[in-house]
């Protein structure tokens, strides 16, 4: 019956279709849980990106941090009940060396130990200013100093990315500076305000998008605060042997030549389809820049690329052009804690167009940066961003809490210790095997691609569509069911949620499922409700057809 109130209704998906697939999920959330009321289907939720594994490790060695930190205040002042002091720094090293003495031999303990022992001796740091900052900085007494990122924490997170985004065999990462904010939503927000406070983009300016991509860097540039031009940049073709490869073909690449185009936004390993950028693709972008575009702006979320093998970040193929934005959220399985950071290297060309700015728009800048430094034209962008994140006037209380930097430092300090890689290759494993469950039950075909990720998965029913049935059956799909029908019918019939990939700048027909969250036994369950749904209209074409 075809009414407004049935989800399966044309008028109900055109109306939904107008959303974010993030809150088109919060309706499908409520179909797939009546339908798991109602029978005995499963509720599985497959449109979460949120992980369900944590790095256990790390936390146990920051707890054990905590409780040291805890016996250096109560050293300093014990004023019971429930009052210390604040820790003091000299000989915190002596005392914390005996304190991983009298620990029992726990996984955290072992890391919280290896972690120190890597730190002082990679960072040639002085072992009471290193303690002092983990344990003034666990205890949170004080506001972030610097505001932008505590010392040591900045070289040992310059150090994880240099391992993690493509700088192994270099490391060090030295030259670049770093923000740390609260997660990658925090950064996408920040880089946005700063770029147009600091007259970098204005309304009407050109911004490419390479898609498909996670939806806010859609929907951000598209505010009317911002009013930027899009123009995208597409990895949605399907090539001739029928299949998608989710790379970017030269024709699009070439769209980042024009230098109106001022900025270029893309997530790499993408979200989705989780594939990282060729080599190719790489080359290219270099090309780009160096013939025809060399002040273009990048922005380069990273988020997933420690999933991938052989990764290159963007951050150091082109790191005079690149702000890189990595969030420490799904390979720590730490959503929760907020954690990111933005990387500029020290020369880069956020700076160089400052520096470029008409004598007007240089004078505006002075005003609104004159409560920080009497030399506004020599500051850097990325310490900006840091003043507008909290409105300039707020800038000495800038910055993310002291506590949630030294998770940070630790959960980055567990993979720098981590010489053979034990935990990326656990990680990679669990999400392919779980990506193998998917695409086996659904009977599709996943070819060998080295450059695939797998933390999620893209899915064109209509490539399938064809593949299984013919052109004459995928006409004939297009032409009689919304392309959202594909997810509804999932959860108001199956109990199972997955995402459009149509609101992530995707093929009109994909769907996207997170291959995080749930264990691989589920997967195999939706492999095979996706595969029913395309035979289940295929049955409906057939009869259509008599």
């Known amino acids: 019956m075809e009414t407004k109130d049935n989800p399966l209704s044309s008028e109900y998906q055109k109306k ?65 009940p429930g009052v210390a002091g604040s820790p003091e720094d000299d000989g915190v090293a002596a005392r914390f060396d005996s304190f991983l003495a009298s620990l029992p031999d726990t996984e955290g303990a072992r890391l919280l130990a290896a972690a120190y022992r890597y730190a002082v001796e990679k960072l040639k740091a002085d072992p009471d200013d290193l303690l ?21 924490t900045e070289r040992i997170i310059r150090l994880y990315l240099a391992q993690e985004m493509g700088d192994r065999d270099k490391g060090g990462g030295e030259e670049y500076d770093l923000f740390a904010t609260e997660g990658g939503t925090a ?84 979200n ?92 505006e800048l002075r005003r609104r940066y004159s409560s920080l430094t009497l030399d506004v034209d020599n500051m850097k962008f990325i310490d900006r961003m840091v003043a507008d994140s909290r409105d300039v006037a707020l800038n000495h209380t800038a910055g993310l809490s002291t506590v949630q930097q030294i998770m940070m430092s630790l959960f980055a300090l567990k993979c720098l210790v981590d010489s053979a890689d034990v935990y990326k290759r656990k990680m990679q494993a669990m999400i392919h095997d779980r990506l193998s469950a998917l695409w086996e039950n659904t009977g599709f075909t996943l070819l060998p691609d080295p450059l695939r990720v797998g933390y999620y998965s893209e899915i064109d029913m209509m490539v399938w569509a064809r593949k299984f049935y ?41 769907i996207r499922t997170s291959e995080a969250n749930l264990d691989r036994d589920a997967y195999v369950v939706i492999g095979k409700k996706i595969r029913e749904i395309l035979d289940e209209y295929h049955k409906e074409y057939l009869k259509a057809s008599k």
Not at 30 to 53: E, H, M, T, V
Not at 200 to 218: C, R, S, V
């Open 187 to 270: 950064a996408m927000c920040y880089i946005f305000d700063s770029l147009k406070a600091n007259h970098l983009m204005k309304k009407g300016d050109k911004i490419a998008l390479m898609a498909p991509l996670f939806t806010p860097y859609i929907e951000i540039p598209r505010l009317d605060q911002f009013g930027l031009e899009i123009v995208t940049v597409s990895a949605n073709k399907v090539e001739a042997d029928g299949y998608h490869y989710w790379q970017y073909p030269d024709s699009e690449l070439d769209k980042l030549r024009d230098p109106s185009v001022k900025l270029v936004c893309l997530i790499n390993p993408s």
């Open 272 to 363: 989705p389809p989780s594939y990282r950028l060729s080599d190719h693709n790489l080359d290219t972008f270099v090309d780009i820049v160096r013939k025809d575009n060399p002040d273009l702006m990048v922005v380069t979320d990273d988020v997933y690329g420690t999933f991938a093998t052989n990764f290159r970040s963007l951050m150091y193929v082109l790191p005079y052009n690149t702000l890189c934005v990595y969030s420490f959220s799904k390979y720590f399985g730490a959503t929760g804690w907020r954690l990111a950071v933005v990387a500029a290297a020290k020369e880069n060309v956020y700076d160089s167009r400052l520096s470029r700015l008409p004598e007007a728009g240089k004078k």
């Open 132 to 152: 002092f900052e983990w344990v003034d900085g666990i205890i949170g007494d004080h506001y972030p100093t610097p505001p932008r990122i505590l010392e040591y």
């Open 470 to 510: 013919g052109a004459d059956f995928a006409k004939w799909l297009a032409k009689a069911h919304n392309p959202l029908d594909v997810t509804v019918r999932l959860a108001a019939e199956k109990g199972i949620v997955v995402l459009n990939g149509s609101g992530f700048d995707g093929p009109d027909w994909s």
């Open 16 to 80: 939904i279709s107008q959303m974010s697939p993030f809150e088109i999920k919060n309706e499908l959330i409520k179909l797939a849980q009546r339908k798991s009321r109602r029978s005995s289907a499963s509720y599985l939720n497959a449109g979460r990106g949120n992980p369900n594994w944590i790095a256990v490790d790390a936390r146990d060695a920051f707890f054990l941090l905590g409780q040291f930190a805890d016996t250096e205040a109560r050293r300093v002042m014990d004023y019971p």
